[in-house]
């Protein structure tokens, strides 16, 4: 797949990540998954809409997609985030066999209140997957993913910070 198509379909990410709100204290964050060129599933954080912890972008993409096809595996999908999936979205990832996983913004790019703790990591978690067919790469508009989100040295008042 081209870097142009993954960039048509993180801006689909984008827009779907702020259709409720930009505001960086509600972490929004947007999902796409892609199966053979077409989305199968946009999906933002409902976190806060659905009063559920696991509402990630990811989870409920994830879960979308799976309705849509009638098939809890997603062979050969292309999962899309603006944001590098924290742990859990990771290891769903993972389970849910897409075939690749791109996001926009790194940990590194935005403010640790994303991120449930402080070392496992995205990519060691895909490295050590007993999975062969799985690919990730970060980075694709990461200054516009970034700019989504608080960044690294930015002070978001503690209330929003979500992870502690
Ligand atoms: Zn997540």
């Not at 972490?27 to 933002?44: F, L, Y």
């Not at 997603?74 to 590098?84: D, F, K, M, N, P």
């Amino acid at each position: 797949m081209s870097s142009l198509e993954d960039e048509r379909f993180m801006r689909e990410a984008m827009r779907v990540a702020t259709e409720r709100s930009a505001d960086p204290s509600v972490s929004p964050i947007g999902c796409v998954i892609v199966k053979d060129g077409q989305i199968i599933a946009t999906e933002r954080n409902r976190v806060e809409d659905d009063h559920d912890p696991t509402a990630h972008a990811e989870i409920t993409a994830i879960r979308a997609a799976g309705a849509k096809l009638q098939d809890p595996e997603l062979r050969g999908a292309v999962l899309y985030s603006t944001l590098q999936p924290c742990g859990m979205c990771t290891m769903a990832s993972i389970w849910s066999k897409v075939g690749r996983v791109v996001f926009g913004a790194g940990r590194e790019d935005v403010h640790r209140m994303y991120f449930e703790d402080r070392h496992i990591d995205t990519m060691q978690f895909i490295e050590d997957a007993y999975r062969h067919d799985l690919t990730i790469e970060g980075g694709v508009l990461r200054a516009e993913c970034a700019a989504l989100y608080y960044g690294p040295h930015d002070h978001p008042p503690l209330e929003e910070q979500g992870n502690l």
